[in-house]
């Protein structure tokens, strides 16, 4: 029951001071401690790993949740943001480097960051373009098939360009190409590594909010037309071509961003980070939490990075006596996909709507929407 | 009221000129000269499989001809895409409704709105003061024409969950929300109650006076036709056969075989 | 040319591997509009129990026949109808009303679970099928040569692709069958009993890619438990690219992949060789773009 009305109230700067405060106060706990206690690296590395499966399945919500679209290729623009990003950062740091001389670091760093980050994007935007634009009347299955196809195809092209590592992997992306004699200039790679929790969380929420307006929009009900009857959406005048690319290039774009900040977080890129199972996961991330639901999204998101890591400590909550009397028991990490497989079948079987339907938690709602007078009737 | 509507200063809106449609083998319309004047009620009528649907569909560029012109205004628009045809004022329902299902009766009405949206998506994402003003105006419009129809206790229901006169109903004033210059109403009695039937047919003039339309009606309800349209046009496999007021069809022999014959 | 005579006789049988897994993607999504993700990874079961099959019997290179082959293939099949049947009773059933979306996830999970059961069961290291056909070559033009694996493979897929013809089309159960393909609905409205015939569907599929799965070990022996991710991936954009829901197309897309990928092997220029594995899918991007259903797909224009 729709009882939600377009927000139209002003913008909150405050609100928006607060979140950017409050994530920077985390960052500096998470990573330095207080009081001397710490979150540990793992921890705090699956926390921002969930941050960047946020933006993805957010920004997938978009074409495959609002539009009714399915593309099941979005490894292949995060693989392409990532791997431009990182270009920037890798091959177009001596700028930067040479404005450290003058300027203080952290605005140096956080600039370049941000260049890079939004040439993954404008990369990543391009891609979904390109793939969009030919694919997009193409009907459901077939429209996956082909982005399927298109994201191996980027994934074989990466596999086999050199200078970015190739099948080697594309190491040390903040430290620069190696100059023979020279010790590598690790400055930036020190920045994120202190500061990517802050820009992933800083990120996720922009994503949430952008896509957020989108879909409760004049745009985002045309997306939503399209999905339900196209013909007729066409029929009142709605270019469903463009609005269908459009989305498409705008979650191509915010995907790539994902992929930029995946390659600063772990400084190293392999296109076996970007199959198909890549983007399979992006889609079951999004249909496990509910299609077309943000709410839904942010959860899937969350459940299924976490998952696979907590089954991996299962074994931890078992003491010593127990795994020595059912040695069996001590194996469970090796079951781990096992288990992940059945709850996923397990889920979809149970809830095959995903956990939240259409449905969006109030807070979040209330952030594009405004509550209408009255209940409605029907 | 039957007889020539006063507006009908004979300017031609909608027309097709020889146009014929082949679906392979099939003729489905042929040579067919139609001609809508401003401000009429024009009734599209003949047996099934006449070809009316198809006519429609031509008409709105869901099909392109197989040859001749279909002109709006004076212009051709043969080619165009629908959404383009849609934007340049015509607009339609269909015989098998086609709501957006999911979508609340107000946000299939306001769906319909975003023509005149001028907030681009940069906008939207930064939700602008022109944005916000748009949404509520588009907003506003849509809870007026839900009213208009009677559907505004309806408005947060799902359009999938509403009766089938309240979806037929919703489906015109998703329409009229483009402010069309032309509707098409595809069998729009089909399936109502005698009792709405005849509430539609005094709704069709009283539409067309409101908002300044020319209507298009395709119908099997002859007492519909018969009371709401000026002037009615009767196909049979695809071909014209009678053009003229309702009393002329009516008394025309080749209708009377062809058509009313069968009743 | 006498390589391109090899090559193309290599193509075919490759390609007659993908055709045999196609026709289980394509059955299944006729009848309930599913990407039967799992579908590589029962070709993956028939071949491991084509394997443990042979161990038990002892069948080795020592002894070979080709009654031995075939019986190895007939249990194989039977194994993995039996697992279809499971498969589609246990996962796929309880979402047949969900959304398509739902049910793709199911069986992304079905072919995860399978996976990692697979790796789990019979260990992650690749295994070597006993090769029991009999070693010989027949001279064919030349120098070109075909050996019995691969006429295996051919003649194999021959009567089993001309039998499922015959099945779909000259029997009440592909009468059926293609009932439920147009209209699931309807077909049930008109007493079609749905859940035996798309039950019996994923039974004859599956046991087609155990064929596949067996035969495809008689000529490359090596394998192990992630085997169908790669060759099921072909084998459906096969499926897709000949028009999916067509029989007829599975096959030829299937020979049309197989073909693709020995040429783009044998002929590519070696600065492009490392991008053979793309090869496969720039065909189907390609072939989509200018038809959007397949190759035989028929496009049913939405009635407005």
Same mark, same amino acid.
């Given at each position: 029951?729709?009882?939600?009305?377009?927000?139209?109230?002003?913008?909150?700067?405050?609100?928006?001071?607060?979140?950017?405060?409050?994530?920077?106060?985390?960052?500096?706990?998470?990573?330095?401690?207080?009081?001397?206690?710490?979150?540990?690296?793992?921890?705090?590395?699956?926390?921002?790993?969930?941050?960047?499966?946020?933006?993805?399945?957010?920004?997938?919500?978009?074409?495959?949740?609002?539009?009714?679209?399915?593309?099941?290729?979005?490894?292949?623009?995060?693989?392409?943001?990532?791997?431009?990003?990182?270009?920037?950062?890798?091959?177009?740091?001596?700028?930067?480097?040479?404005?450290?001389?003058?300027?203080?670091?952290?605005?140096?760093?956080?600039?370049?960051?941000?260049?890079?980050?939004?040439?993954?994007?404008?990369?990543?935007?391009?891609?979904?373009?390109?793939?969009?634009?030919?694919?997009?009347?193409?009907?459901?299955?077939?429209?996956?098939?082909?982005?399927?196809? *298109?994201?191996?195809?980027?994934?074989?092209?990466?596999?086999?360009?050199?200078?970015?590592?190739?099948?080697?992997?594309?190491?040390?992306?903040?430290?620069?190409?190696?100059?023979?004699?020279?010790?590598?200039?690790?400055?930036?790679?020190?920045?994120?590594?202190?500061?990517?929790? *802050?820009?992933?969380?800083?990120?996720?929420?922009?994503?949430?909010?952008?896509?957020?307006?989108?879909?409760?929009?004049?745009?985002?009900?045309?997306?939503?037309?399209?999905?339900?009857?196209?013909?007729?959406?066409?029929?009142?005048?709605?270019?469903?071509?463009?609005?269908?690319?459009?989305?498409?290039?705008?979650?191509?774009?915010?995907?790539?961003?994902?992929?930029?900040?995946?390659?600063?977080?772990?400084?190293?890129?392999?296109?076996?980070?970007?199959?198909?199972?890549?983007?399979?996961?992006?889609?079951?991330?999004?249909?496990?939490?509910?299609?077309?639901?943000?709410?839904?999204?942010?959860?899937?998101?969350?459940?299924?990075?976490?998952?696979?890591?907590?089954?991996?400590?299962?074994?931890?909550?078992?003491?010593?006596?127990?795994?020595?009397?059912?040695?069996?028991?001590?194996?469970?990490?090796?079951?781990?996909?096992?288990?992940?497989?059945?709850?996923?079948?397990?889920?979809?079987?149970?809830?095959?709507?995903?956990?939240?339907?259409?449905?969006?938690?109030?807070?979040?709602?209330?952030?594009?929407?405004?509550?209408?007078?009255?209940?409605?009737?029907? | 009221?039957?007889?020539?509507?006063?507006?009908?200063?004979?300017?031609?809106?909608?027309?097709?000129?020889?146009?014929?449609?082949?679906?392979?083998?099939?003729?489905?319309?042929?040579?067919?000269?139609? &001609?809508?004047?401003?401000?009429?009620?024009?009734?599209?009528?003949?047996?099934?499989?006449?070809?009316?649907?198809?006519?429609?569909?031509?008409?709105?560029?869901?099909?392109?001809?197989?040859?001749?012109?279909?002109?709006?205004?004076?212009?051709?628009?043969?080619?165009?895409?629908?959404?383009?045809?849609?934007?340049?004022?015509?607009?339609?329902?269909?015989?098998?409704?086609?709501?957006?299902?999911?979508?609340?009766?107000?946000?299939?009405?306001?769906?319909?709105?975003?023509?005149?949206?001028?907030?681009?998506?940069?906008?939207?994402?930064?939700?602008?003061?022109?944005?916000?003003?748009?949404?509520?105006?588009?907003?506003?419009?849509?809870?007026?024409?839900?009213?208009?129809?009677?559907?505004? &206790?309806?408005?947060? &229901?799902?359009?999938?969950?509403?009766?089938?006169?309240?979806?037929?109903?919703?489906?015109?004033?998703?329409?009229?929300?483009?402010?069309?210059?032309?509707?098409?109403?595809?069998?729009?009695?089909?399936?109502?109650?005698?009792?709405?039937?005849?509430?539609?047919?005094?709704?069709?003039?009283?539409?067309?006076?409101?908002?300044?339309?020319?209507?298009?009606?395709?119908?099997?309800?002859?007492?519909?036709?018969?009371?709401?349209?000026?002037?009615?046009?009767?196909?049979?496999?695809?071909?014209?056969?009678?053009?003229?007021?309702?009393?002329?069809?009516?008394?025309?022999?080749?209708?009377?075989?062809?058509?009313?014959?069968?009743? | 040319?006498?390589?391109?005579?090899?090559?193309?006789?290599?193509?075919?049988?490759?390609?007659?591997?993908?055709?045999?897994?196609?026709?289980?993607?394509?059955?299944?999504?006729?009848?309930?509009?599913?990407?039967?993700?799992?579908?590589?990874?029962?070709?993956?079961?028939?071949?491991?129990?084509?394997?443990?099959?042979?161990?038990?019997?002892?069948?080795?290179?020592?002894?070979?026949?080709?009654?031995?082959?075939?019986?190895?293939?007939?249990?194989?099949?039977?194994?993995?109808?039996?697992?279809?049947?499971?498969?589609?009773?246990?996962?796929?059933?309880?979402?047949?009303?969900?959304?398509?979306?739902?049910?793709?996830?199911?069986?992304?999970?079905?072919?995860?679970?399978?996976?990692?059961?697979?790796?789990?069961?019979?260990?992650?290291?690749?295994?070597?099928?006993?090769?029991?056909?009999?070693?010989?070559?027949?001279?064919?033009?030349?120098?070109?040569?075909?050996?019995?694996?691969?006429?295996?493979?051919?003649?194999?897929?021959?009567?089993?692709?001309?039998?499922?013809?015959?099945?779909?089309?000259?029997?009440?159960?592909?009468?059926?069958?293609?009932?439920?393909?147009?209209?699931?609905?309807?077909?049930?409205?008109?007493?079609?009993?749905?859940?035996?015939?798309?039950?019996?569907?994923?039974?004859?599929?599956?046991?087609?890619?155990?064929?596949?799965?067996?035969?495809?070990?008689?000529?490359?022996?090596?394998?192990?438990?992630?085997?169908?991710?790669?060759?099921?991936?072909?084998?459906?954009?096969?499926?897709?690219?000949?028009?999916?829901?067509?029989?007829?197309?599975?096959?030829?897309?299937?020979?049309?992949?197989?073909?693709?990928?020995?040429?783009?092997?044998?002929?590519?220029?070696?600065?492009?060789?490392?991008?053979?594995?793309?090869?496969?899918?720039?065909?189907?991007?390609?072939?989509?773009?200018?038809?959007?259903?397949?190759?035989?797909?028929?496009?049913?224009?939405?009635?407005?």
């Amino acid at each position: 029951m729709n009882i939600w009305k377009p927000h139209l109230g002003g913008r909150s700067w405050l609100g928006g001071i607060a979140v950017v405060a409050g994530f920077f106060l985390l960052n500096e706990a998470f990573v330095h401690g207080v009081f001397g206690y710490g979150l540990s690296a793992y921890y705090l590395r699956v926390i921002t790993l969930v941050g960047i499966s946020m933006v993805l399945a957010v920004s997938l919500t978009l074409v495959n949740g609002c539009a009714g679209q399915f593309s099941i290729g979005h490894a292949g623009f995060m693989a392409v943001g990532a791997y431009a990003s990182a270009a920037v950062t890798h091959f177009g740091g001596a700028p930067f480097i040479a404005l450290l001389e003058i300027l203080p670091a952290w605005p140096v760093h956080t600039l370049r960051l941000w260049v890079s980050l939004a040439v993954g994007a404008a990369v990543g935007g391009v891609a979904g373009w390109l793939v969009g634009l030919p694919t997009l009347r193409l009907r459901g299955d077939y429209l996956a098939i082909v982005t399927l196809g *298109f994201g191996e195809i980027i994934r074989v092209v990466l596999l086999n360009i050199e200078p970015t590592g190739g099948a080697l992997g594309f190491t040390n992306i903040a430290q620069g190409p190696e100059v023979p004699g020279r010790s590598p200039d690790q400055r930036f790679a020190l920045f994120l590594e202190e500061t990517m929790f *802050f820009w992933v969380a800083l990120v996720a929420t922009g994503t949430i909010l952008v896509v957020g307006r989108l879909a409760y929009s004049s745009f985002g009900r045309s997306l939503a037309a399209i999905r339900e009857n196209e013909i007729a959406a066409a029929a009142i005048g709605i270019d469903t071509t463009r609005a269908k690319t459009t989305a498409f290039v705008v979650s191509a774009a915010l995907t790539g961003v994902a992929g930029g900040l995946y390659a600063h977080y772990d400084n190293y890129l392999n296109p076996s980070s970007f199959t198909f199972l890549r983007s399979v996961e992006i889609v079951t991330m999004i249909v496990l939490g509910g299609l077309g639901s943000l709410s839904g999204a942010i959860v899937g998101a969350g459940v299924l990075t976490i998952l696979p890591e907590a089954l991996r400590d299962l074994t931890r909550l078992f003491p010593p006596s127990v795994t020595a009397a059912a040695p069996f028991l001590a194996s469970l990490p090796d079951y781990r996909m096992v288990l992940y497989a059945l709850l996923l079948v397990g889920l979809m079987i149970a809830r095959p709507q995903g956990l939240y339907g259409r449905r969006e938690w109030p807070w979040l709602a209330r952030l594009f929407l405004t509550r209408d007078g009255e209940k409605g009737v029907g | 009221m039957v007889g020539e509507h006063r507006m009908s200063s004979a300017m031609t809106v909608l027309a097709t000129k020889s146009t014929t449609v082949r679906f392979g083998g099939l003729v489905a319309v042929k040579d067919l000269d139609l &001609a809508v004047q401003a401000g009429q009620v024009l009734g599209l009528i003949g047996p099934n499989g006449a070809g009316k649907t198809t006519i429609f569909n031509v008409l709105t560029g869901v099909y392109r001809p197989t040859s001749g012109d279909v002109e709006l205004e004076g212009k051709s628009i043969v080619g165009l895409p629908p959404h383009e045809i849609a934007r340049r004022g015509v607009a339609r329902t269909f015989q098998n409704i086609r709501l957006f299902g999911e979508l609340s009766a107000l946000e299939n009405v306001m769906t319909a709105c975003h023509l005149r949206s001028r907030a681009g998506l940069l906008a939207t994402m930064l939700r602008t003061a022109r944005h916000r003003a748009e949404e509520k105006e588009q907003r506003d419009l849509a809870l007026a024409l839900l009213e208009r129809f009677d559907l505004a &206790a309806h408005r947060h &229901a799902p359009a999938k969950s509403l009766s089938y006169g309240n979806q037929r109903r919703l489906e015109i004033a998703r329409a009229l929300a483009m402010r069309p210059k032309v509707l098409l109403l595809d069998e729009p009695a089909a399936g109502l109650n005698p009792q709405e039937s005849l509430v539609l047919m005094r709704q069709i003039q009283q539409l067309r006076d409101d908002f300044k339309l020319t209507i298009v009606l395709v119908e099997h309800n002859m007492r519909v036709v018969m009371g709401a349209c000026e002037r009615i046009h009767v196909v049979e496999q695809g071909q014209t056969i009678a053009v003229g007021s309702p009393d002329d069809i009516q008394r025309n022999p080749r209708v009377i075989t062809a058509y009313l014959g069968n009743l | 040319m006498e390589t391109l005579i090899q090559q193309l006789i290599n193509g075919l049988a490759l390609g007659s591997i993908y055709a045999l897994i196609a026709l289980g993607y394509t059955m299944v999504y006729g009848v309930l509009r599913l990407i039967n993700f799992a579908h590589g990874d029962v070709y993956m079961l028939g071949t491991f129990a084509g394997y443990y099959t042979a161990l038990r019997f002892g069948f080795s290179e020592a002894a070979p026949s080709f009654v031995r082959a075939a019986l190895l293939l007939l249990v194989a099949m039977v194994v993995c109808a039996v697992a279809g049947l499971t498969i589609e009773r246990l996962a796929y059933r309880p979402v047949r009303q969900a959304s398509r979306l739902t049910a793709l996830i199911t069986a992304i999970g079905v072919s995860l679970f399978l996976e990692n059961v697979g790796q789990i069961i019979f260990g992650a290291n690749p295994k070597f099928f006993p090769q029991v056909l009999p070693p010989q070559q027949f001279p064919v033009y030349g120098a070109v040569v075909i050996t019995t694996p691969d006429l295996a493979i051919l003649g194999a897929s021959l009567i089993l692709t001309i039998g499922l013809h015959r099945l779909v089309h000259h029997t009440a159960f592909g009468r059926a069958m293609r009932a439920i393909a147009h209209d699931l609905d309807t077909a049930k409205l008109m007493g079609i009993d749905t859940n035996r015939v798309i039950a019996l569907t994923f039974a004859i599929g599956s046991a087609l890619a155990a064929a596949a799965g067996v035969l495809v070990a008689l000529r490359y022996p090596k394998f192990d438990p992630l085997i169908g991710v790669t060759t099921g991936l072909k084998a459906f954009i096969a499926a897709v690219l000949g028009g999916i829901g067509n029989v007829s197309g599975a096959v030829l897309g299937g020979v049309i992949i197989g073909l693709a990928e020995t040429m783009a092997t044998g002929y590519l220029p070696a600065t492009l060789n490392p991008y053979k594995d793309a090869v496969a899918f720039a065909i189907l991007v390609a072939v989509l773009l200018v038809r959007p259903t397949g190759i035989l797909g028929t496009t049913a224009p939405e009635k407005v």
